[in-house]
C-alpha cells in the first residue's frame, strides 16, 4: 500500500491525544499535548501539528499518510469546523480541519465530533465489523452518540444529528440540563447524572448506604460502582434505575433506525451488568413488537485508552483531498 | 427512454389502486380492485395482475415497464413479503412481490409500507425534491413514518425502521396502542387519536361544545375540524394539545437525523395551520439549541388522490432485476 497509515486525533477538554495507525488498527505511535494551553487555536494548531510532524517522521514521512481524522467536541463533519464547543477557550467557529491541512502537506483532513468517531472506529476495528445498522452510545460525562444507517454515518443535512443524549425522556419535572433545556437523556444517564441521581436517593431515602460516608457534592460514578459492588441497596438501586431509564430510550431510538446493536462506550459502560441488565429489561418491556429481541446490546470491543484515537483515525481512511 | 414507466401499486385494507406512471409523475392509466376479496392471495395476485396487464397494454406492454413498486401494510423492502398485517385477510408471511412479479413477466417487483412509499414519492415528485434528509410523517388512521437519510430510505437491518408512530410519548398513564403497549404518539395524534382526545374532553370540561350535540362514539377527525373552523373552544384546544405532542415528538427526531424538512401528510394533515402552528410552536420550544430554527415544518405536495400511487411508483424506478 502506497500510503498505508492514518493519523487520529482525539480532542478532548483537557487533553489532545494522536496516534498513527495501520489498517489492522495497530497504534505504531502516539503523543499528546494539552487542549486548553493555547488562548488562540493558531497557536495550538502549530504545537500539535509540530508534535504529529515528529511521529509521522518515524513512518517515513507525511507520503505515508492517507489522512487523518478528528474526533472533537461540537465536531462538524461537514464545514470541517468545531462550532460553538462549551468547554474549549476558543469561541465561535474554527476550521480546524483546514488549519490542520495547511501545516501538514495538505494530507486530507476529516473531522467529527467524538461520539461519531467512537462509531466509525467501532465499525472499523471493533464490536461493529460487518454491521451496517447499528447505534453507539457513549456514557461519559454527557451522553453521546454516533448512529450509523446503511454502512454510513447519520450526519444529518447540516452534520449536526445524533444528539441522542439531548432526547427528552422526562417531560414534567425532568432535571435541568447544561443545555439549557429539562429531562434530556443525560442529566440521568451520564456519569454526572447518576451521581445527581445518588444525592437525590441519599435525600430522600431512609436506608444505610457506604455512600452516606463521602461528601454528596463529590460523589462520582466509580463511587456508586464500588459500593454497588458490595451490594450497596441504594447503590444497586441507582444502577437499576439508570439503566432503566436508557432501556426506555433505547426502544424507542430502535423504533428510528431499528439497529442489529446498540453498543455501549465509556465510564459508565465499565458497570458491565450492573447497567446494561436493567437496559436490556426495559429493551424487552418497551419495545415494539416487529423488533422484539432483534437488537443486541453489546460493549465496545475497542481498548478504552485507544478507543478514542483508533476512532478518530478511523475517518481518515476516508478522508478526501480537498 | 427504452422503459419510460413504472407502475405503482397501493394496497389499503380496503382498496388496493394501481398506476401506471412517467417519470414525471403523471399517471397515465389506473384501476382498482378490492383487497380483501379473496381468502386465497393466489386469487387476489391474479386478480390484480390481470388488471394491470390490461392497463399496462395501453401504454405498449410490459417492456415499457421499469419496474414495479409497491405499499403495502408492513411490507419488507428487504424480503419482498407483508408479514402479519393486522388488516389483512393473508396470514403469515406473503411473497407478495415475487408473486407479483411471476405473473407480470417477472418485471422487477419492489415493495415496502406505506409511509416508506410516501417518502420516496415525496422525493420523487413532491415537497421533497432535491432534500437527501428529510422525515415524512403521515398522520392517517394511525401515525407512519418514512425516514430518508443521505439521500436513502432508512430501513434498519430487518427492513422495519421507522415506526415513529410507536414511540412512547407519555411513560406514565399513557392511551393503550393497538400494538399492546401505552403512550404510542399514534394513540394521541392520529385520526384515531384525536377523536379519543375529543371524548376525553367531553367527558371532564364543563364548556359547551359543537361537539356536544355528536354521538361521541362516532365523533371524526373531520367533526373536530369542522367545529374548530367555527372557532368552538373545545375543538380548537384539542387541536392544539394534539399539534403540542407531535411538536415535541418531532424535536426528538430532529435530534435523532437532523433532517432538513419534517414533511406532514395525510387526513390530519388536511387541518393546516390548526395542526402546523401548535406543531412549530412545540418544535421551537423544545428543540435542541443546535438545531434551532433548521428543521422546516412542511406539508406534503402530493396530491392525494394520487399521493400512494405516485408513492409506490417511485419505488420501482430503483427495483432492480433478481
Redesign the interface.
Same mark, same amino acid.
Given at each position: 500500500m502506497e500510503k498505508p497509515y492514518v493519523v487520529g486525533i482525539d480532542m478532548g477538554g483537557t487533553n489532545t491525544v494522536f496516534g498513527v495507525v495501520d489498517a489492522r488498527g495497530t497504534i505504531l505511535q502516539n503523543g499528546s499535548i494539552k487542549t486548553n494551553k493555547h488562548a488562540d487555536v493558531n497557536d495550538y494548531v502549530s504545537e500539535l501539528t509540530q508534535a504529529i510532524r515528529v511521529a509521522v517522521e518515524q513512518v517515513g514521512g507525511a507520503s505515508k499518510i492517507k489522512g487523518i481524522g478528528i474526533g472533537a467536541p +461540537?465536531g462538524n463533519y461537514f464545514t470541517g469546523c468545531i462550532e460553538a464547543a462549551a468547554n474549549l477557550l476558543w469561541k465561535g467557529r474554527i476550521p480546524l480541519a483546514q488549519l490542520i491541512s495547511e501545516k501538514l502537506n495538505h494530507i486530507p483532513v476529516t473531522l467529527t465530533n467524538d461520539a461519531n468517531a467512537a462509531a466509525i472506529g467501532e465499525m472499523t476495528y471493533g464490536a461493529a465489523r460487518g454491521?451496517? &445498522?447499528f447505534i453507539m452510545i457513549t456514557l461519559g460525562t454527557g451522553v453521546g452518540s454516533g448512529?450509523v !444507517?446503511?454502512g +454510513?454515518l447519520?450526519?444529518?443535512? &447540516?452534520?449536526?444529528?445524533?444528539?441522542?443524549g439531548? !432526547?427528552?425522556v422526562r417531560?414534567h419535572n425532568g432535571r435541568k440540563c447544561g443545555?439549557?433545556?429539562h429531562g434530556c437523556l443525560e442529566t440521568y444517564a451520564s456519569a454526572t447524572g447518576i451521581a445527581r441521581t445518588a444525592r437525590e436517593y441519599l435525600e430522600i431515602r431512609p436506608e444505610n448506604s457506604l455512600l452516606r460516608d463521602l461528601d454528596p457534592a463529590t460523589i462520582t460514578s466509580k463511587d456508586i460502582y464500588e459500593a454497588a459492588m458490595m451490594h450497596d441497596k441504594i447503590a444497586l438501586d441507582i444502577f437499576e434505575t439508570t439503566g432503566y431509564m436508557l432501556g426506555?430510550a433505547f426502544? &424507542?431510538?430502535i423504533?428510528?433506525?431499528?439497529?442489529?446493536a446498540i453498543i455501549l462506550f465509556g465510564g459508565l459502560a465499565k458497570a458491565g451488568r450492573l447497567i446494561a441488565d436493567p437496559i436490556q429489561v426495559a429493551m424487552d418491556k418497551?419495545v415494539?413488537? !416487529?423488533?422484539a429481541g432483534?437488537t443486541k446490546l453489546i460493549f465496545s470491543q475497542l481498548k478504552e485508552a485507544d478507543a478514542a484515537v483508533l476512532g478518530a483515525s478511523a475517518l481518515g481512511w476516508e478522508a478526501k483531498e480537498v
Amino acid at each position: 500500500m502506497e500510503k498505508p497509515y492514518v493519523v487520529g486525533i482525539d480532542m478532548g477538554g483537557t487533553n489532545t491525544v494522536f496516534g498513527v495507525v495501520d489498517a489492522r488498527g495497530t497504534i505504531l505511535q502516539n503523543g499528546s499535548i494539552k487542549t486548553n494551553k493555547h488562548a488562540d487555536v493558531n497557536d495550538y494548531v502549530s504545537e500539535l501539528t509540530q508534535a504529529i510532524r515528529v511521529a509521522v517522521e518515524q513512518v517515513g514521512g507525511a507520503s505515508k499518510i492517507k489522512g487523518i481524522g478528528i474526533g472533537a467536541p +461540537n465536531g462538524n463533519y461537514f464545514t470541517g469546523c468545531i462550532e460553538a464547543a462549551a468547554n474549549l477557550l476558543w469561541k465561535g467557529r474554527i476550521p480546524l480541519a483546514q488549519l490542520i491541512s495547511e501545516k501538514l502537506n495538505h494530507i486530507p483532513v476529516t473531522l467529527t465530533n467524538d461520539a461519531n468517531a467512537a462509531a466509525i472506529g467501532e465499525m472499523t476495528y471493533g464490536a461493529a465489523r460487518g454491521m451496517k &445498522d447499528f447505534i453507539m452510545i457513549t456514557l461519559g460525562t454527557g451522553v453521546g452518540s454516533g448512529i450509523v !444507517v446503511g454502512g +454510513n454515518l447519520v450526519y444529518g443535512h &447540516d452534520g449536526f444529528a445524533g444528539e441522542l443524549g439531548h !432526547v427528552i425522556v422526562r417531560r414534567h419535572n425532568g432535571r435541568k440540563c447544561g443545555c439549557g433545556r429539562h429531562g434530556c437523556l443525560e442529566t440521568y444517564a451520564s456519569a454526572t447524572g447518576i451521581a445527581r441521581t445518588a444525592r437525590e436517593y441519599l435525600e430522600i431515602r431512609p436506608e444505610n448506604s457506604l455512600l452516606r460516608d463521602l461528601d454528596p457534592a463529590t460523589i462520582t460514578s466509580k463511587d456508586i460502582y464500588e459500593a454497588a459492588m458490595m451490594h450497596d441497596k441504594i447503590a444497586l438501586d441507582i444502577f437499576e434505575t439508570t439503566g432503566y431509564m436508557l432501556g426506555e430510550a433505547f426502544a &424507542d431510538f430502535i423504533a428510528f433506525s431499528s439497529p442489529e446493536a446498540i453498543i455501549l462506550f465509556g465510564g459508565l459502560a465499565k458497570a458491565g451488568r450492573l447497567i446494561a441488565d436493567p437496559i436490556q429489561v426495559a429493551m424487552d418491556k418497551n419495545v415494539l413488537n !416487529v423488533y422484539a429481541g432483534k437488537t443486541k446490546l453489546i460493549f465496545s470491543q475497542l481498548k478504552e485508552a485507544d478507543a478514542a484515537v483508533l476512532g478518530a483515525s478511523a475517518l481518515g481512511w476516508e478522508a478526501k483531498e480537498v
